[in-house]
């Protein structure tokens, strides 16, 4: 890859209330790792020099360093504290970007990221300028209106993943706007912002881990990918 500056932020702000653990999901072992280490290490062994930055909740801080010391070898991360809100996290993880170049804004607790993936959105911000990873809706979908309901074509449909990818001169001034509850995910922001957003094929296996079962597939498919 060519020398423009690389970064990616982790999200990993999470309480993980569904999960049901009195450890926060992201610090919960999967095959004797931490979750969230997974996503560290695939951003750091498929791009060279990645600045890595880490957003917690911040009384998690003083443990991730104990855990990421324990776990990430030589990896250099820099944890930043989060906020009330995904914008706000994401945003505090961005003030920590301060060269042009490709920005990454993955869930840390996605730890399928493939290299492959990483490597595609890459190419494609450079090129358009943002990669939002999508998967097709696999089930029948219907919508409740007006106490009723009905069908609609997935054919139209896509699931959203991480991470997301855009160029520094995107996502920076798009992050300065106030705050609005429809900013659920940064392609959200950065059209809010005026600029539109492209789509590229996601993947599979790149889960997002919310509940207990989420942990056992994506053990299954940490333990086929080794």
Do not use: W
């Amino acid at each position: 890859m060519s020398d423009i500056k690389k970064y990616a932020v982790i999200v990993a702000g999470g309480r993980g209330l569904r999960m049901g653990a009195a450890v926060p999901k992201q610090f919960l072992p999967i095959l004797g790792k931490p979750l969230l280490c997974y996503a560290i290490q695939a951003f750091a062994a498929t791009i060279r020099g990645i600045h890595i930055i880490l957003v917690l909740p911040s009384d998690q801080l003083n443990s991730a360093k104990t855990v990421l010391k324990s776990y990430l070898g030589n990896i250099e991360v820099t944890t930043v504290a989060g906020g009330e809100t995904r914008y706000e996290s994401v945003q505090n993880g961005l003030k920590k970007v301060n060269n042009d170049g490709v920005v990454f804004i993955h869930d840390g607790v996605r730890p399928l990221i493939s290299q492959d993936l990483i490597q595609r959105c890459y190419q494609q911000a450079i090129e358009k300028g943002s990669a939002i990873p999508v998967i097709p809706v696999m089930d029948s979908i219907r919508i409740l209106e007006n106490g009723s309901s009905h069908p609609i074509n997935r054919e139209h449909l896509r699931i959203i993943q991480t991470p997301q990818t855009f160029m520094t001169s995107i996502i920076l001034p798009a992050f300065q706007q106030e705050y609005q509850a429809s900013f659920t995910d940064e392609a959200n922001v950065v059209e809010a912002h005026g600029t539109a957003v492209h789509l590229i094929n996601g993947a599979l296996e790149n889960i997002k881990v919310t509940t207990p079962e989420d942990m056992l597939i994506a053990e299954t498919l940490l333990k086929a990918s080794v």
